[in-house]
């Protein structure tokens, strides 16, 4: 009853229904002011609390290797090596593996086992990260120190020029179990982002390349990536951004430690680690200012990454527009 | 022990992320050195048996508990490193210790049970300089006659984040080693030339407990209670000690503790034939200018309730209490702290 009444005045009169239409769409414009208004909070309070430190630095604050909170000498270049480090590390090992997960999935998976699939990747990344890391303490840390590093150490670390990658002791905890940690973790992000992405191919580019005659591996090689290639790559750019900035996981098994080492297996440490290590303990305002200066770079180098993504993902779009 | 540990170190996440200003009314709250946790913690269970009223301690470092009580979100902050003169004046702080306690050196060498290897402060300084790399490098064998030690590298762990555990240990190498002292230094955190960091003697013990030949610091009550591998030390005397109550409460023996503003005593590297050399107290930090003194009031019962029925549990876990004489100086010290209508929030016959 009431329904039809106001459907009634709606039709009589166009007034309340302009009027309402502008509330509405001030009230969601305000929603989206707030995001922006929030992003602009965060940016100059990072500023802001990063000024005394690249006042009392300059930008050399970005390329010192130097952490010395006796001395307050404070330099962003190990963490960020750490960050940039472990990032890659992720993605040599999670994009392909991604990869092949998804065109399995789209391509020669049996129906019957597409959604157990799919729905198991889906829980994966769901995982909260704290239970990566506690699990990567305990479990995967101890495994890494007692069987993979001795390998690598024995056999790749012989091995000229790549040798000093994986030089020095199995301390179990390092650079490499982070990175493998966190490859862990984008897995599933990029496999279901793939999948997405794949299932946008139209079927008839598809059924046109088999009947051809060519192979999967053909069908997916020159038809299938390249025709959504630009989406990919902005898909594993949202990945990258969200491996650099995970911070509880790789914590627990990086080794916190600011140094720039050669070798992979060593202990390092990446910025959001460093920040929620110290942050709480920071006890001169040069230190605290230090610490949001890293905060800084991490988000200028995220933004960068996203932004891309975003970019590559629109000309992708227009492409397929056009 | 698997789970205990696990706890313990979702615990360190979990007191980092809480925030300090969500703290029901009726709680004293409070934040700062990991070192004193266990003996609060334990302390805190009984109180709030006898009275009804809890403590929401934060173990979440001495420099956070600084900073925490410095901005006020706290009635008390804990610290290991005892502040000085001025700072207390700065921030018109008083400052007292609750309990004493060891720093032990643990390990996880296979075959090595607690109390069998032996150290000394310059072989210590050397492994966490990153001049010692291995097991069986001679130092340590020379203290370890027949004891077998592995050909192996040894994995340093230290604490990632400001630590007044890590001050007292900085402290007592700077003491012994000259390296140490002008390279290095004494702080909460220090640039460490080698090793791993870890959040909190929690973490610090879980990853010693992970690492296999590693080696790492811990407040003594953690080493315990993980039932971790400590070492014996060779103390300023030249006598090999183990880490006992007694050898800590050796230490304090000779304390002058009205020598220092705000009883700030430091027990490195203290003389004496059965000395532990790595003994360290911790201390309370209130405002001397309380912006709640009813709060004030409850924290400083909870202390003085301690002071006099905590000695057990302190026992328990190997700290020592305050001698009764620092105790009645201490309370002395109290009446500076005064709440908004200025008057004093704590008197004798409360």
């Known amino acids: 009853m009431t329904a039809t009444s106001d459907y009634d005045s709606g039709v009589k009169s166009t007034r309340p229904v302009a009027q309402s239409d502008r509330i509405f769409g001030s009230l969601t414009l305000a929603a989206a002011v707030v995001v922006l208004l929030v992003l602009l909070g965060v940016f100059a309070s990072l500023v802001l609390g990063a000024w005394p430190a690249f006042k009392e630095y300059g930008l050399s604050f970005l390329w010192t290797a130097k952490w010395n909170p006796v001395t307050d000498k404070f330099g962003a ?6 960050t940039v480090v472990t990032s890659i590390i992720a993605m040599v090992i999670a994009v392909p593996v991604g990869l092949g997960i998804a065109i399995f999935l789209t391509e020669t998976c ?7 699939l799919g729905i198991a990747i889906e829980l994966l990344a769901g995982i909260p990260s704290i239970i990566y890391g506690i699990w990567g303490l305990f479990v995967f840390a101890p495994f890494m120190q007692s069987y993979i590093q001795p390998f690598l150490i024995d056999t790749l670390g012989h091995v000229p020029v790549i040798g000093t990658l994986f030089a020095g002791p199995p301390y179990g905890i390092g650079m490499l179990t982070a990175g493998l940690i966190l490859a862990m973790m984008i897995l599933p992000f990029i496999a279901s982002l793939a999948r997405d992405i794949f299932q946008t191919v139209p079927p008839m580019l598809r059924e046109s ?16 990536i390249p025709h959504v290639r630009t989406a990919l790559v902005g898909g594993i750019m949202l990945s990258l951004g969200r491996a650099l900035g995970e911070t509880m996981a790789v914590t627990f098994v990086i080794g916190n430690a600011h140094r720039i080492s050669g070798s992979i297996l060593a202990p390092g440490t990446t910025i959001s680690a460093a920040i929620a290590n110290e942050f709480t303990e920071a006890t001169t305002p040069i230190y605290t200012s230090s610490l949001i200066a890293l905060g800084l770079v991490l988000f200028i180098l995220t ?15 227009q492409k397929s527009g056009a | 022990m698997f789970i205990t540990r696990l706890t313990l170190t979702a615990a360190i996440a979990g007191a980092t992320l809480a925030s300090a200003a969500a703290v029901q009314a009726a709680d004293i709250s409070g934040a700062g050195a990991t070192f004193p946790y266990p003996i609060y913690s334990a302390w805190a269970k009984t109180y709030k048996e006898k009275t009804g ?20 979100t706290v009635t008390f902050g804990a610290s290991d490193k005892p502040l000085g003169g001025d700072e207390l004046e700065k921030n018109t702080l008083v400052q007292f210790p609750t309990v004493m306690g060891g720093i032990v050196p643990v390990v996880n060498v296979d075959g090595i049970k607690p109390g069998e290897l032996v150290l000394d402060g310059e072989t210590l300084a050397k492994i966490y300089e990153g001049k010692i790399t291995k097991w069986n490098d001679p130092a340590i064998a020379k203290l370890n006659e027949g004891v077998k030690l592995p050909d192996a590298a040894i994995a340093v762990v230290h604490r990632s984040d400001g630590s ?11 003491s012994v080693d000259e390296t140490w002292k002008n390279d290095i230094g004494v702080s909460t955190a220090v640039e460490w030339p080698v090793g791993l960091g870890a959040k909190g003697n929690q973490g610090v013990a879980a990853n010693v407990d992970q690492t296999k030949n590693s080696i790492g610091y811990v407040e003594y009550a953690y080493a315990l209670q993980n039932n971790m591998t400590y070492t014996d030390m060779i103390n300023k005397a030249g006598k090999k000690v183990a880490p006992k109550a007694e050898a800590f409460a050796a230490a304090a023996a000779n304390a002058d503790w009205s020598s220092q503003p705000g009883f700030g005593v430091i027990l490195a590297n203290q ?23 009813a709060a004030s009031t409850e924290a400083l019962k909870f202390f003085d309730w301690a002071y006099a029925n905590g000695g057990d549990a302190a026992a328990k876990l190997d700290y020592i209490p305050m001698p009764e004489n620092v105790v009645a100086q201490i309370k002395k010290e109290w009446g500076q702290i005064k709440g908004k209508d200025g008057n004093a929030v704590w008197s004798m016959n409360h």
């Not at chain 1, 270049?77 to 750490?82: D, H, K, S, T």
């Not at chain 1, 049996?110 to 157990?116: A, D, E, K």
């Not at chain 1, 009947?211 to 299938?224: A, K, L, P, S």
């Not at chain 2, 009223?53 to 006020?72: F, P, V």
């Open chain 1, 77 to 82: 270049l190990a963490p960020l090596y750490g």
């Open chain 2, 164 to 174: 007044g555990t890590t001050f007292n240990y900085t402290y007592y190498l700077a």
């Open chain 2, 53 to 72: 009223t809890g403590l929401n301690y934060q173990a979440i470092g001495s420099g956070g508990g600084i900073k925490q009580i410095e901005s006020r």
């Open chain 1, 110 to 116: 049996p129906r019957v086992l597409r959604r157990p």
């Open chain 1, 209 to 224: 390349a088999y009947g051809m005659g060519m192979t999967r591996w053909e069908v997916n090689r020159h038809i299938v």
């Open chain 1, 303 to 317: 933004f960068i990454v996203l932004a891309a993504a975003q970019w590559m993902l629109k000309r992708m779009k």
């Open chain 2, 271 to 293: 003389p004496g034939d059965k000395t532990w050399p790595m003994t360290a107290a911790t201390f309370i930090l209130m405002h001397k200018d309380a912006k709640d003194g």
